[in-house]
């Protein structure tokens, strides 16, 4: 299309640019048209980017080890080697050390990629049950999906170290289930910083929260506000995203209207540019030629002076909205879907209403009932982020059995573990060791493989950073736990935890954070 | 108003008809298991022999009397059978629905002495089908709220009536102290809670004393009802032990102080700062229920919770119980008490915080809690160390009956189970 229009421009100034003795001219530079700029929500892959500050890295190599790989494999005894913040080898038996590394003795020790919890509120809905702490939930109106809690996580959350503790590198803080679309959530690696820019997991996307059923329902119904019921939740959602469909076309229609008016003022001004260059150019010829041939033709003409084009006024773009461009990033992969759900037909309801306006659902989170419908949602590819036990707490959760996990997984969905509890996820590794078991129990093979992959891989994946993280392999960020016994038994504590091959915990070591400073025992 | 009459018409005619009653207890013999008395003692390859709905022997080498069922132990692991002392097994159906829940007096009255949890139990709850099969076959039964919560109860998780399944009711009277404590009464801290707890028990001792005077109308006003004061007699008189629920170490110490007060038979619950007093409450023999899993500053009221704090008590020789302070998840008390040993409780002092030591907290020590001749026969043989997650309850016995395991969710996970590719949405 731009070709085509420059073709255009250049056979209109041939026509004008006369013919006989006249030198040939250089052809004018046509004025491209100018790239517009991206759409918001294109320019904004994350709110947290660029602010990474990763601590020094270690070089450090564990022999001896039973590698929990998370990619489907263990390894007996093996070694692991890290250096400059990623796993440089993995192997069987012990493999050379790079100068000046740390060499531990994992005799007897388990190593794991670090946990992953998809579902934490940790920062946002802190440790420390204090009211002003309170930062999870914008309920001011249903659908908040301006907000993102990357500008409310508290990074002295005592909770943290806990969960650094237990074994996990990686969260995604999410806002809490009040709100049908509860707004933006981040991915930060669990090293220390005194601001969640400087834990943002680079280059991990942003997450969207949604909500189906109960919570947001109860929030707003008991005021009589919208939504009251399941229908209000659908229905504001649908509009919520019928309004992203609008401005994305609004942007689409911006787009292609400034871009037309860019390349009509272009023309107009390389027609008059090209015009003025060839009444220079002959004004010389005929000076030089002592007015030969049209030249007197010419120099009448050139008595009127040539007119320079007004530039058109740009077209304004559309109003900034961040929490529907938030939702046009959604619809448009750049951000991923996470959404509350505990029914069966909570779930089915929101593919449905993700088919019809345009998004995809990356993983449904509690999704207790799950197992009811684990033919379907393996079929359509979205992942569960579920619990080990919890159910009953409210009649969503009342047909919440132990053997989800293991159901879903054997489906060939991606189960995940999730804690949605500073206590949890403090031991997201018997959380997965517990829904292993009760698969077993209920007859389904299962290995300790697949449970690893739970609360490391699958989350990874979830999150969107499976490239990064989530696993034992060469090239993976140095995430790494080092267990004193297999991580599926309840006697299993982490010795040393590294997060992008930083040494962040070790077991015994100080506490970190500043409101438990002077508490030392 | 017609259907209530009939509905009443329905209750008196079931009442009439009382069921005839169980036919008595199997013989049971369980043999070739690692025996946990619940004492500390370990026998290996031991034999529980269970007649009446009581242990009759427990020992090496026994032989299983003729006709009993023999359980095939071998290669298992036998305890008593656990007990979770806080939940509200019973009383909740579903936290969030309010109809299904029978744990608290409600209103604003702060003192609920009178409030009996045996009165709201709930026999069917699909909750305790749930709990019993993971090995709890006893729950203290927990009302919550206020400052003086009310009376809990003795549940063996088997039973179809609350007058069977309650094996002790009143249990305990349970108060409330801490930043909470008075809430929604016009404010008021822990001052204010302990300050109301004091005027509560001084009121009830009047009232024992003078209680024919206050029939008549010639006492002074009482803080508290009739009920209210005639709960707290039971503490006063030691009947029933009190148990403080309170987090903080001065509070516990305050709580200790009203124990002495009052002549208590006092119970710590909660006591995530309990590590900092340990001596205090070793030396008033005060056994504290702690929630192990409770291990950072969750409130301004357990600034100092750490994950040894069971481990220090006991090193200190206070007697410590593990409870949940679930009810849902109930079920989860082995893997708290797995967790206390992970942060140093001695296995022993584990176990036996989840089967002895609640028993004789409650002064039912002589009925529950070990494998002992004459105890209640609540026994659960185990597929490996109980407190390992991967292991599982094999048989569960309550009063010398194999219960059943399924559930409602059992229930759902074989119809679904059945179902490999799940529901299709019809496409």
């Known amino acids: ?521 | 108003m017609n259907r209530w009459i009939t509905l009443l018409a329905l209750v008196a005619g079931a009442a009439e008809a009382a069921p005839a009653p169980p036919p008595s207890p199997p013989w049971i013999a369980i043999v070739g298991a690692t025996v946990h008395t619940g004492t500390g003692e370990v026998i290996e390859g031991g034999v529980v022999v269970i007649q009446n709905g009581k242990i009759v022997k427990v020992g090496k080498g026994l032989t299983p009397p003729p006709g009993a069922e023999v359980i095939a132990a071998q290669g298992a692991v036998v305890t008593p059978g656990l007990t979770d002392p806080l939940t509200s097994l019973g009383l909740i159906e579903v936290e969030l629905e309010s109809t299904s829940r029978d744990d608290e007096q409600g209103g604003g009255d702060r003192i609920r002495a009178g409030f009996r949890a045996a009165d709201g139990y709930n026999p069917a709850s699909s909750v305790i089908a749930v709990t019993r099969a993971e090995g709890v076959t006893s729950a203290g039964v927990v009302p919550t709220g206020g400052l003086f919560s009310g009376q809990s109860a003795w549940a063996d998780l088997d039973g179809a009536t609350a007058a069977e399944a309650l094996a002790e009711a009143p249990l305990a009277l349970h108060i409330r102290l801490g930043a909470h404590a008075v809430e929604g009464q016009g404010g008021g801290g822990h001052g204010t809670a302990i300050l109301r707890v004091r005027e509560a028990f001084d009121d009830a001792r009047v009232f024992a004393r003078r209680r024919a005077d206050w029939e008549r109308n010639q006492t002074r006003a009482f803080a508290a009802s009739r009920l209210d004061l005639e709960a707290l007699n039971l503490a006063l008189d030691r009947t029933i032990v009190t148990v403080f629920h309170v987090s903080r170490a001065a509070d516990i110490l305050t709580a200790l102080a009203v124990a002495r007060e009052f002549k208590l038979r006092a119970v710590i619950a909660g006591g995530a700062e309990a590590w900092k007093v340990a001596s205090q409450l070793a030396s008033a023999k005060v056994p504290v229920i702690l929630f192990p899993l409770v291990n950072g500053p969750q409130s301004f009221d357990s600034l100092g919770a750490r994950d040894d704090n069971a481990a220090l008590l006991h090193a200190a020789g206070v007697a410590v119980a593990i409870s949940t302070n679930e009810t849902h998840n109930a079920r989860k008390l082995r893997q708290e008490a797995g967790n206390a040993v992970r942060a140093g409780l001695p296995y022993a002092a584990a176990l036996a915080a989840i089967t002895r030591v609640p028993a004789e907290a409650y002064g039912l020590g002589a009925r529950y809690g070990t494998l002992a001749p004459g105890r209640v026969a609540n026994v659960v043989v185990w597929s490996g160390d109980p407190l390992e997650i991967g292991s599982y309850a094999r048989a569960v016995i309550i009063r010398g009956r194999k219960v059943s395991t399924r559930s409602r969710q059992s229930a759902l996970f074989e119809r679904y189970r059945k179902a490999p590719t799940g529901a299709a949405t019809g496409r």
């Open chain 1, 1 to 521: 299309m731009r070709t085509d229009r420059l073709v255009l421009v250049a056979g209109l100034l041939a026509a004008c640019s006369g013919t006989g003795p006249v030198p040939s001219i250089n052809g004018p530079k046509a004025a491209l048209p100018v790239p517009l700029s991206a759409a918001p929500w294109e320019a904004r892959l994350s709110v947290a980017e660029g602010y990474e500050a990763p601590a020094a890295a270690s070089k450090v190599v564990i022999r001896g080890a039973t590698l929990l790989l998370a990619t489907g494999k263990t390894i007996a005894r093996g070694t692991i080697v890290l250096d400059r913040g990623k796993i440089i080898a993995v192997g069987e038996g012990d493999l050379p050390a790079p100068d000046g590394a740390q060499v531990i003795d994992g005799s007897g020790k388990f190593v794991t990629p670090g946990i992953i919890d998809t579902h934490s509120h940790l920062g946002v809905y802190p440790m420390i049950g204090a009211a002003a702490h309170l930062d999870g939930n914008e309920m001011t109106e249903p659908v908040t999906a301006h907000v993102q809690t990357v500008d409310a996580f508290w990074p002295q959350d005592p909770g943290i170290e806990r969960a650094v503790a237990g074994g996990v590198t990686a969260i995604q803080v999410l806002p809490g289930s009040g709100n049908l679309v509860g707004g933006r959530a981040t991915t930060l690696k669990l090293r220390r910083g005194l601001s969640p820019r400087e834990m943002h997991f680079a280059g991990a996307p942003d997450g969207l929260k949604m909500a189906c059923g109960e919570n947001p329902k109860r929030v707003y119904g008991r005021d009589k506000r919208s939504p009251m019921t399941r229908m209000g939740n659908l229905a504001l959602q649908r509009a919520a995203f019928l309004k992203a469909q609008k401005l994305r076309r609004d942007w689409a229609r911006w787009r292609d209207a400034e871009t037309h008016r860019q390349a009509a003022s272009g023309r107009k001004r390389a027609l008059f540019e090209a015009k003025q260059g060839e009444r220079t150019r002959r004004q010389a010829w005929c000076d030089e030629h002592h007015d030969a041939g049209p030249c007197g033709k010419w120099r009448a003409e050139w008595t009127l002076p040539l007119e320079e084009p007004d530039p058109s006024e740009p077209i304004a773009p559309p109003d900034r909205d961040p929490g529907t461009e938030t939702l046009v990033a959604a619809m448009e992969g750049r951000v991923l879907v996470h959404v509350h759900c505990y029914r069966a037909d909570d779930m089915l309801a929101m593919v449905a209403l993700a088919d019809e306006v345009g998004f995809k659902v990356r993983s449904f989170h509690h999704a207790l009932e799950a197992y009811k419908i684990r033919g379907e949602l393996a079929r359509r590819g979205i992942a569960a982020s579920t619990w080990a036990d919890w159910w009953g707490f409210k009649l969503e959760a009342w047909d919440g059995i132990q053997e989800n996990a293991a159901l879903i997984h054997e489906a060939g969905m991606r189960a995940i573990i999730h804690s949605d509890s500073d206590e949890g996820i403090q031991r997201l590794n018997q959380e997965a060791g517990k829904a292993l078991a009760s698969g077993r129990r209920g007859g389904i093979a299962l290995t300790e493989e697949d449970a690893i992959r739970w609360i490391t891989a699958n989350p990874a994946w979830a999150l969107g950073v499976d490239g990064r993280t989530g696993s034992l392999e060469v090239g993976k960020d140095a995430d790494v736990v080092l267990w004193n016994k297999s991580p599926f038994s309840v006697y299993a504590a982490a010795e040393k935890v590294w997060i992008d091959g930083a040494l962040t915990y070790s077991r015994g070591g100080p506490r970190w954070s500043d409101f438990e400073a002077g508490g030392e025992k």
